[in-house]
């Protein structure tokens, strides 16, 4: 795509669309200038904090540079579709926050465009303040001719972004309106090859919108995602992305896209019902995929703390992703519960590399079968310390030269684990030290493999999962390299064991199975798995 000429983003629009823009070699100390929507004026005021201006129209004939701040009154409403396109500095960033007390300023449009465009911007903080765009999006940032770095967004609460459900993927590819985005990053395909470095989100929240965060770049010279072959991939990495303590909830689609990032990091944020879209024609088939929190095209990049739950998309709705082209990515401590299901990765290409799952806990990702890898294969994958709970069919697949141990995998009733023997014989994975319950064992993991239940300590949230001290699973997991101190739960790592629960045991009494009870467990599974295979093969048939 070609470049957009600089010169278009001055132009100064006309319903408070504008646009600030002057010379990076014009300095300034701190200067605040204050807007007042409910006792400001723009004919007498001086946009001091004793006579403000009522709205941002004044704004394009000031000075807008580093060190200059642009505070907005608490409990005020403000129509607001600005564009900037220039830059603080590290020492005095340019600041877009609030001032006063009571509820945080109300910045919205109802054009169908960005509440706010940060173009060729560098150094900028924006917090404290409110967003909503019924027909557009949040906040744009792009690079058309220049690579931007220390944008910082804090505290900013984002809400009614064209809250509806759509029909199929939003378009990515034109900024975050078009895209009923929160926060959008370039886009995909990006417009330049400059990228977004040191963007860092924090304690955020947005809900009732299309989308939260989505981060895209560039691809290649020709800014064609969608590649043919491998060696049309020349990425731009936006760097030191860092998104955390963010609130992501009742969003038709996706809550974090990590896409085109080179160390991003997303932690202690929380998804919760986003993926709301089911995605399915009338015939009930997938008509396009959406998940909460994934990578795409990224490398040395983590996904952990994170809470994911709730997500109603048929054809996706999983929490871990690793896609189109993701190497040395990792999720970890995660908790992943009521969603379609648990993973679903999604490799290209000549595969993915050295990816990694490990210490999260998943419990009733039911709704549809979770995979390790697409035909691709994943390469050097990690998985393992993961506790799995009624998930549906669990299906490992194109695995090669990785590690699948120390996990709990419990299917709810009916399911099984699926394999294909010519992704398994010959690919050099260690399939060893894992814990199958209410399924048969594999036959690739049948040696070392236990068949038996866990000893969870029972009760109500997540902290049922630990173990009990007499559990047959304690001290009993593959001994795996890495630099954890502690498990899912906090705890400190004391004991080698299977799941994602690695102390001593905790409280509470093991109930042992009996043999009689595995001889009923075994036939019971086998009968509700050929009930369910019958039940598939009708379907096919109609």
């Known amino acids: 795509m070609k470049k957009i000429l600089s010169v278009l983003m001055s132009v100064v629009m006309l319903f408070s669309v504008i ?30 904090l004793a006579k403000p201006w009522k709205t941002i129209n004044n704004l394009g004939g000031v000075p807008i540079v580093a060190g200059v701040n642009i505070l907005f009154r608490c409990g005020g409403t403000y129509e607001c579709a600005a564009t900037l396109t220039t830059s603080g500095t590290k020492e005095n960033p340019i600041v877009i926050s609030s001032y006063g007390e009571g509820e945080k300023p109300l910045l919205t449009t109802n054009e169908a465009t960005e509440v706010l465009r940060l173009f060729d911007c560098s150094y900028i903080t924006v917090s404290n303040l409110e967003i909503t765009a019924p027909n557009g999006g949040g906040i744009w940032i792009d690079t058309l001719n220049e ?6 967004i804090d505290n900013v609460e984002f809400h009614d972004i064209q809250d509806y459900h759509l029909p199929a993927r939003d378009n990515t590819s034109a900024g975050a309106a078009v895209a009923r985005c929160c926060i959008m990053v370039k886009g995909l395909p990006a417009r330049s090859r400059y990228a977004v470095n040191d963007l860092t989100i924090t304690n955020c929240e947005m809900y009732d919108c299309g989308n939260g965060i989505n981060v895209w770049g560039s691809w290649n010279d020709s800014q064609t995602p969608w590649c043919e072959t491998e060696e049309e991939i020349d990425p731009v990495y936006n760097t030191g992305l860092l998104v955390k303590g963010c609130y992501f909830h ?20 929380r998804s919760i019902d986003c993926c709301q879209g089911s995605g399915v024609d009338e015939n009930g088939e ?9 990578f795409w095209g990224s490398e040395n990049s983590i996904i952990q703390y994170c809470e994911i739950a709730g997500q109603k998309n048929f054809g996706d709705g999983m929490s871990v992703d690793f896609d189109s082209h993701t190497n040395n ?8 519960h009521d969603n379609m299901r648990f993973m679903c990765n999604n490799a290209n290409y000549s595969g993915q590399h050295n990816n990694t799952v490990r210490y999260c806990l998943s419990v009733n990702d039911g709704g549809g079968r979770s995979k390790t890898s697409s035909s691709a294969g994943e390469y050097g994958f990690k998985f393992y310390n993961n506790t799995i709970i009624g998930c549906g069919e669990f299906q490992v697949t194109s695995l090669y030269d990785s590690v699948f141990a120390n996990n709990i995998i419990i299917p709810k009733d009916g399911e099984k684990i699926y ?7 010959g690919s050099g994975t260690d399939f060893s030290n894992n814990c199958y319950y209410n399924c048969p064992k594999p036959i690739f993991d049948i040696i070392s493999s236990k ?11 997540y902290e049922a999962y630990q173990l009990v001290a007499d559990s047959p699973l304690i001290g009993k997991g593959k001994v795996i390299e890495d630099d954890l101190t502690t498990d899912f739960f906090g705890n400190e790592i004391t004991s080698n064991n299977i799941g994602c629960y690695a102390g001593d045991g ?37």
Not at 19 to 48: H, K, N, Q, R
Not at 451 to 461: A, D, I, R
């Open 286 to 294: 997938p008509t396009y995929f959406t998940a909460a929190m994934w």
């Open 19 to 48: 646009a600030i823009s002057l010379p990076t070699a014009f300095a300034a100390d701190t200067v605040c200038y204050y807007i007042d929507s409910i006792d400001g004026d723009d004919t007498t005021g001086e946009g001091t």
């Open 506 to 542: 905790e409280d509470g009494e093991y109930d042992r199975e009996w043999l009689v009870e595995k001889i009923i467990r075994f036939f019971r599974q086998l009968f509700n798995i050929i009930k369910r295979e019958i039940n598939y093969l009708k379907n096919e048939a109609k």
């Open 419 to 425: 394999f294909e023997f010519d992704h398994i014989i």
């Open 451 to 461: 068949n038996t239940v866990p000893g969870f300590v029972g009760g109500e949230g």
């Open 250 to 269: 009742d969003m038709d689609s996706e809550a974090i896209i990590v896409g085109m990032c080179d160390g991003a990091l997303v932690t202690h944020c």
């Open 147 to 152: 690579t931007s770095y220390g944008i910082t």
């Open 329 to 336: 990515c990792t999720y970890q401590y995660i908790y992943s």
